[in-house]
């Protein structure tokens, strides 16, 4: 029987890539000139530090574009509130990957809702789709395209 696997993953190797262009422009950035303006990953979180809300704002949207251009979705992206320490302010960004089972519940819920002619089944952060034919499943792909759901997914293991 046919059958994939819905995930939602990224590359963390091009993300430490990607963090590493942006402490390279931060360096050089006239606008950071004199500060103490850093970012730094680690596991799954990016912790931005500099002297003000404006400059934080500035590395986000650093953060985003290269990210974007290694592709990495900035939907994975869940942004922190800016807390002050003396004269720096820290905010923390967390990394989301996998699927947590209230969505892969809901996501379930979505497809048999949708009355297609495949199961869906929960395997941890991954949700694996079957099918009698190839095109029930690509149906299913098509329409969680067309949902929007708050994690950006990734249609892998496509077997027939």
């Excluded at 003000?52 to 900035?74: E, H, M, N, P, T």
């Excluded at 960004?93 to 199961?119: P, R």
């Amino acid at each position: 029987m046919p059958s994939f696997d819905i995930v939602s993953e990224f590359d963390m190797h091009e993300a430490h890539n990607a963090i590493d262009q942006v402490n390279k422009e931060i360096t050089t950035r006239f606008d950071f000139k004199g500060t103490e303006s850093s970012i730094e990953l680690t596991d799954n979180k990016l912790l931005m530090v500099s002297e003000s809300v404006f400059q934080l704002q500035q590395i986000f949207s650093i953060v985003c574009a290269k990210l974007s251009r290694r592709g990495i979705d900035i939907s994975c992206l869940e942004v922190g509130d800016a807390k002050g320490s003396g004269k720096l302010m820290r905010q923390e960004i967390t990394l989301k990957q996998g699927i947590d089972t209230v969505l892969a519940k809901k996501i379930v819920k979505l497809i048999k809702d949708k009355k297609l002619k495949v199961q869906a089944a929960i395997n941890g952060d991954k949700i694996r789709v079957t099918g009698k034919n190839r095109d029930d499943l690509q149906e299913t792909i098509k329409m969680l395209r067309a949902e929007s759901l708050e994690i950006p997914l990734q249609y892998e293991n496509f077997r027939d």
